[in-house]
């Protein structure tokens, strides 16, 4: 048994196989051969490993040629690798006697080498690690045939192992296939882990690495609660860990009782209660779990779940089943945030040095108008099967807001004059989630009919920590005091204007956080679907008054860790979970 540690992003416990992705994106085959194809299938090693014996000649001849031999020594040593006998036998022993796939006995044998050379005091030894990596991209490569198989059309149910995968691989993972997925990179605010929460997916990712130790069918827990991963649990873990599925499923069940009831305090203040969503697919859900509305649409998942660019047809589409599906209850429709994070089949963008200060979101849309214009059209054609509103991302300066409104009223004029009725009255409104919209929000709050914080990239520019990045995920938190007095600014300066404000980043989804949020007088949530109940209990479990005291306590506070220690000691005492 072997327990990793990583940041849980999405919660509950998935018990499974693995299905080991590798760093280059190939899914090693799940199943053993037969008997009969044995033969067949060391025939087909031994074409792979020549081919890979003469692609290693040609290099090794290049790199003398360009640099001289001294470079293409390197060459020589995985020439002389790939045709050690030992390896061949090796192979050979696991295809014939335990009938793996000749991809898998490759990738097992030469990551076990490469693991026992990392693990060598000398340098030069550790780095031949490297060498071995590349002998077994090289053979898969063959074996495999350069074929990536699609993370959608998976046979069996499995647990998705990951160097990373990105938010466009995420968006086309079968949910119903897929029981949970870890992910050696990533941090807490990526994409990737939103997208794992709205796909009710339990998740860890940041665990460092770990696929070197992994292979495909090894038995695995996903602890999506507390960032644990368990690789070939004993008997004992595995049965405490069924029990804990149990409980979970029961739980959710006495959640979902709260379902018809009001979201209110316990003195009966009335609290908005809405979803974040990133495809129509999951409007079901939101009803299901009692969503007022949507209060956040990401429509970038257009773009990122297909291998083509949407049309505005498409676009319209999306748009109007969620709509319809939401019978009047508002429908907020965030235009394109798309960024180098989350490009997927294309690049609207050159290289970028830092992706999350670039050309992003509504800079993006700004420099192109025909995308932009594709969507607003769109939005607002489907707006009469509902009730939307049109929401700007990452907006900086006033110029942008101003931009952004005036090609949303030139695009409603050209329907109009096309004769499309498209209600005028549509709420328009911005996320705050620049520290700069913030300083300037009292003039933001003059053109807009609402803002939504958006505490995910709020955090990441306050704090300047890549939200998605291991490295510095120690570092990132909403519930920092920088950020706190930054919601707290916005918030009281919504207030005073009598302009409607909510949080649709992660932490309002979180209980302990939303605890503080109540009292710092947020009245509107956006939560990922799951997150629905939970926050609606504890709602109903707290007066404003105890919240308002809470929120005083921590605006005095001067660490993360102190807020989150306090928070977390709040949301015990004032709505304590039950296990009956
Ligand atoms: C946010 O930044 O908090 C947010 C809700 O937007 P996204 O996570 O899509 O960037
Ligand atoms: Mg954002």
Redesign the pocket.
């Known amino acids: 048994m072997q327990v990793l540690q990583g940041i849980a992003v999405s919660p509950g416990i998935a018990i499974g196989e693995a299905l080991v992705v590798d760093t280059e994106g190939f899914i090693l085959p799940q199943h053993r051969i037969a008997h009969s194809e044995v033969d067949a299938e060391l025939a087909r090693l031994d074409l792979a490993m020549e081919a890979v014996a003469d692609d290693i000649g040609r290099d090794r001849e290049s790199v003398a040629e360009q640099l001289g031999d001294e470079y293409a020594a390197i060459f020589s040593a995985h020439q002389q690798m790939m045709c050690d006998p030992h390896l061949r036998t090796r192979l050979e022993a696991l295809i014939r006697e335990n009938l793996c796939p000749p991809e898998v006995a490759v990738a097992k044998t030469l990551r076990g080498y490469a693991r026992k050379f990392q693990q060598m005091d000398n340098a030069y030894l550790a780095e031949r690690a490297h060498d071995l990596r590349d002998l077994e991209q090289r053979l898969l490569d063959y074996l495999m045939a350069r074929q990536r198989p699609s993370l959608s059309k998976l046979t069996d149910p499995a647990i998705i192992l990951a160097h990373d995968l990105t938010p466009s691989q995420t968006a086309k993972l079968d949910r119903h296939k897929v029981l949970g997925f870890v992910t050696e990179a990533g941090g807490e605010g990526g994409?990737t882990a939103?997208l794992a929460k709205g796909l009710e997916i339990p998740a860890v990712v940041g665990v460092g690495q770990m696929l070197v130790n992994v292979v495909c069918g090894s038995h695995l827990i996903v602890d999506g609660d507390q960032g644990t991963v368990i690789i070939k649990p004993d008997a004992a873990t595995l049965s405490s860990y069924q029990e804990k599925c149990e409980q979970h499923r029961s739980r959710s069940l006495r959640l979902q009782q709260l379902r018809d009831l009001p979201c209110e305090t316990r003195d009966g203040t009335r609290i908005q209660l809405l979803a974040?969503i990133e495809f129509p697919q999951e409007v079901p859900t939101c009803i299901e779990r009692g969503a007022g509305g949507i209060g956040?649409y990401?429509t970038e998942f257009l773009y990122l779940g297909s291998d083509t660019e949407p049309t505005e047809e498409t676009h319209y589409q999306a748009y109007r089943e969620v709509l319809q599906a939401m019978q009047q209850r508002p429908v907020v429709i965030r235009t394109l945030?798309l960024g180098a994070d989350k490009m997927g089949y294309a690049s609207l963008v050159a290289d970028e040095h830092n992706p999350f200060l670039g050309l992003r979101s509504i800079r993006l849309s700004l420099r192109n108008l025909d995308l932009f214009r594709t969507q607003l059209r769109a939005i607002l054609r489907a707006s009469p099967f509902g009730s939307a509103r049109i929401m700007f991302?990452l907006v900086t300066t006033l110029l942008e807001l101003r931009q952004a409104k005036l090609l949303l009223r030139e695009t409603m004029e050209d329907l109009q004059d096309e004769g499309h009725s498209i209600p005028t009255d549509i709420p328009i409104g911005m996320?705050v989630?620049v520290p700069a919209a913030v300083m300037m929000i009292d003039h933001f709050l003059r053109e807009v009919d609402f803002v939504s914080i958006?505490?995910?990239?709020?955090t990441q520019y306050t704090l300047a920590v890549d939200r998605s990045n291991k490295e510095v995920a120690d570092l990132y938190h909403a519930c920092d005091p920088a950020v706190i007095k930054l919601i707290d600014m916005t918030l009281k300066a919504a207030r005073a204007a009598n302009i409607p404000a909510n949080v649709?980043?992660?932490m309002s989804g979180t209980p302990h956080l939303a605890l503080l949020l109540l009292g710092l007088g947020l009245r509107g949530f956006s939560v990922p679907p799951a997150a629905i109940p939970e926050i609606k209990r504890i709602c109903r479990s707290v007066t404003l008054d105890q919240c308002e005291t809470v929120a005083a306590h921590v605006l005095e506070m001067e660490s993360a860790r102190e807020v989150d220690n306090y928070l977390q000691e709040q949301l015990r005492q004032l709505a304590p979970q039950t296990n009956t």
Request: charged residues 25%.
């Open positions: 994409h939103i974040n956040l990401r945030d991302p996320m989630e958006g505490t995910n990239d709020l649709c980043g992660q």
